[in-house]
């Protein structure tokens, strides 16, 4: 059974680091063609993809938020960390991982709130 | 970056109704074209992969079609609960963009 968690701070200042957390079960990331996602929502608006890990390190990054997105794995530890610096009021949103598997994406987790504010 | 505008942003149905949902590409993606079902609170149910594979455990009233640029997710027969946003996404390469969602409600 595959399933994907999301973990973090539910509140956070302006200015401050985020750090987000997937830990994943039923596959490994170190599988040929496999990747860890992350994407957001904030309230009421559109899903927003950030960033993307693959099996063999390979890092994605949305281009409009790459100069403040970090994205690491532990394999041994079956997880992917998204760091996010220097919040803003904005960056308040639903955070999800989610896998790829060659081009297909298949799994995602639940979903953690994070608020950005004072 | 590839834009996907999906339509109609809400529909209102009945039980038993076929819904129809379409997305369209600005550039080919080949089958690259995933769809989801979410419900507040809840993960992304991927329901569809490569435009037309069925998710293991989906309904069969759920079907996909459409290759390039032009994509529709059906349900032949509305069922309780389908009533929920539908969204589509390309995976053709990063950066992955999402249509804005289709809210399906109840008539």
């Known amino acids: 059974q595959i399933t994907l968690k999301e973990s973090g701070p539910t509140l956070v200042k302006p200015t401050q680091t985020l750090t987000l957390t997937c830990t994943f079960s039923g596959f490994s990331l170190s599988s040929s063609g496999v990747g860890v996602g992350w994407i957001r929502q904030p309230p009421g608006r559109a899903l927003e993809w950030l960033s993307l890990i693959y099996w063999d390190d390979d890092k994605r990054y949305s281009p409009s938020l790459k100069d403040r997105l970090t994205i690491t794995k532990d394999t041994a530890e079956n997880q992917v960390v998204l760091t996010m610096t220097n919040v803003d009021p904005v960056d308040t949103a639903t955070y999800y991982c989610?896998?790829?598997?060659?081009?297909?994406?298949?799994?995602w987790g639940q979903g953690t709130l994070v608020t950005v504010s004072s | 970056d590839i834009q996907v505008t999906q339509s109609p942003s809400s529909l209102s149905a009945s039980l038993g109704d076929r819904v129809t949902i379409t997305c369209r590409t600005s550039q080919p993606i080949s089958r690259f074209l995933n769809w989801y079902q979410h419900k507040p609170g809840k993960a992304p149910k991927v329901l569809i992969n490569?435009?037309?594979i069925l998710q293991r455990g989906v309904p069969s009233r759920f079907s996909g079609s459409g290759s390039g640029t032009d994509f529709t997710l059906t349900i032949s027969s509305l069922q309780p609960d389908d009533f929920a946003t539908y969204y589509c996404?390309?995976?053709?390469?990063?950066?992955?963009?999402f249509g804005r969602g289709t809210r399906v409600e109840m008539k």
């Open positions: 989610a896998r790829e598997i060659y081009s297909n994406v298949d799994y």
């Open positions: 996404q390309h995976s053709y390469g990063t950066p992955w963009t």
């Open positions: 490569s435009a037309s």
